[in-house]
């Protein structure tokens, strides 16, 4: 059982370049999140899927698209990345329901230059 | 929309001594509140929770209590260890039971425990 798994676990792009950050979760959860992570701002919620099939904006969505592309498989597009998403990327899952508990992966650590 | 302060931003404590990170939340419908732990280099993981209907929770040397009327809540970690030595994150949510469920986090606590 490997929880939420992310890949790649770092990435360097150039400005105006595009990439796909993966998530996998094995935990038959329903609902899956990600985040971003940068220095004094904490965890800030990028996108979410409730449950497969669906999907909403949280605090900062702009230059973010995301896929649900089935029940184990959430993935974080960036289509022209820009030098302000320089972060450290989080994926998480949850069960779903009353079940609050969220599980995080190991993140994905990208640089635009 | 839910808004979650936490203090302080660094803490450092000698080994053995006792920490206390306290947090504050704008939303009085929140009623599920998580502290998460991360070391470096690694994503956050829980290490305790408490919701609207306990005041307190302890596990161990770890304890969580709230106050619902004047909207806080800490976390406190008695006989600290080198280990402790993470960033800590207080976060709040309103669980109603539908989709829409959301946490929002504080900014974190850099915990150093000095031997």
């Known amino acids: 059982n490997a929880g939420v798994t992310q890949t790649p676990k770092f990435q360097v792009l150039k400005t105006g370049q595009s990439m796909t950050l993966q998530c996998a979760q094995d935990?038959?959860?329903?609902?899956m999140y990600w985040y971003r992570q940068d220095p004094g701002m904490g965890l800030r919620l990028i996108y979410y899927?409730?449950?497969?099939?669906?999907?909403d904006k949280g605090e900062v969505p702009n230059g973010y698209n995301v896929s649900r592309l089935n029940k184990r498989e959430f993935s974080l597009r960036l289509e022209s990345a820009a030098p302000s998403q320089t972060s450290v990327y989080f994926c998480?899952?949850?069960?779903?329901?009353?079940?609050?508990?969220?599980?995080f992966g190991p993140g994905t650590r990208l640089l635009v230059l | 929309g839910e808004n979650v302060e936490q203090h302080p931003s660094t803490l450092s404590v000698q080994e053995g001594d006792s920490a206390v990170i306290k947090c504050t939340y704008s939303?009085?419908?929140?009623?599920?509140f998580p502290w998460y732990k991360q070391e470096l280099g690694k994503g956050p993981q829980l290490i305790i929770d408490?919701?609207?209907?306990?005041g307190e929770k302890k596990d161990q040397r770890i304890a969580v209590t709230l106050n619902k009327t004047a909207k806080h809540f800490s976390l406190h970690i008695t006989e600290t260890q080198p280990e402790d030595s993470a960033v800590y994150f207080c976060?709040?949510?309103?669980?109603?039971?539908?989709?829409?469920?959301?946490?929002?986090f504080g900014k974190g606590t850099l915990l150093t425990v000095n031997p």
């Open positions: 998480a899952s949850r069960a779903g329901g009353p079940r609050e508990t969220q599980y």
């Open positions: 935990m038959n959860h329903n609902s």
């Open positions: 899927s409730a449950s497969e099939g669906t999907t």
């Open positions: 939303d009085s419908a929140s009623n599920y």
């Open positions: 408490i919701r609207s209907n306990v």
């Open positions: 976060a709040a949510s309103r669980n109603s039971g539908g989709s829409n469920y959301k946490l929002t």
